[in-house]
């Protein structure tokens, strides 16, 4: 079957780095997906991997290793407002988006 | 970046009734419009993909007759929730990709969050 992991909560301190990662087991690949969302509200596009090595964005960087079926999601310099759920999703080769249960990032002051 | 509006965004109705959400792309055109489900603390869960002009697809274990889907514009899709009950509250959120890009970006509706009394 299709899987996606990824831990469920994290916790990092204002201004500090934190990586998120993602393992994946899908038919097929066409890309990662880095979504984030605030709580009640709709996710927004982070990041698109489908080559490997690191897509750097500012302060979020994604990495992804196809033959590892791993990615992570690299925060830096991180706010308050960082404070989200982080959401991986893999499409597979019948370009449907297969999502992970999200990761619930806690920042403390 | 692409807008994707979503009314209402909380809707509250007494089991039985019927309640219909819309979703507008507000500066592209949407083919292909994505309608998921999200309970508390879990992921999104694809219910079906709303495709302009012709019927929806349904994922496995959604019920068509229950969750009645008309695109019927390249800027609008309506999902209504006919005679609802209290499990199918739950928060509602549509999304569109604009154009035909590999990047394949989503763009999503702001959610509607349905509570059936």
């Known amino acids: 079957g299709q899987n996606i992991d990824q831990p469920t909560e994290m916790t990092a301190t204002e201004g500090a780095i934190v990586q998120i990662n993602c393992t994946y087991q899908?038919?097929?690949?066409?890309?990662l997906f880095w979504y984030q969302q605030h709580a009640g509200e709709a996710p927004t596009f982070l990041s698109y991997?489908?080559l490997d090595g690191l897509e750097e964005k500012g302060r979020f960087s994604s990495f992804l290793s196809r033959s590892k079926g791993y990615s992570y999601l690299l925060l830096k310099e991180l706010q308050m407002k960082d404070s989200a759920s982080y959401l991986c999703?893999?499409?597979?080769?019948?370009?449907?988006?297969?999502w992970g249960a999200g990761t619930k990032l806690i920042i403390k002051p | 970046g692409a807008v994707v509006s979503q009314h209402p965004s909380r809707v509250i109705c007494k089991s039985g009734t019927s309640v219909k959400i819309e979703c507008r792309s507000l500066?592209?055109?949407?083919?292909?419009m994505f309608w998921y489900r999200q309970f508390p603390k879990q992921s999104l869960m694809l219910m079906a993909t709303?495709?302009?002009?012709?019927?929806?697809?349904?994922e496995q274990g959604v019920e068509k007759d229950k969750f009645l889907i008309n695109h019927a514009s390249l800027t609008l899709s309506t999902l209504t929730v006919t005679s609802a009950h209290p499990e199918d509250s739950s928060f509602y959120i549509c999304s569109a990709r604009d154009g035909g890009g590999d990047s394949g970006e989503l763009f999503f509706g702001e959610g509607s969050r349905l509570t059936v009394l």
């Open positions: 709303s495709n302009e002009g012709s019927k929806a697809t349904y």
């Open positions: 991997n489908v």
């Open positions: 999703a893999v499409r597979d080769s019948n370009y449907q988006l297969i």
């Open positions: 899908t038919s097929g690949f066409n890309g």
């Open positions: 500066d592209f055109q949407a083919t292909t």
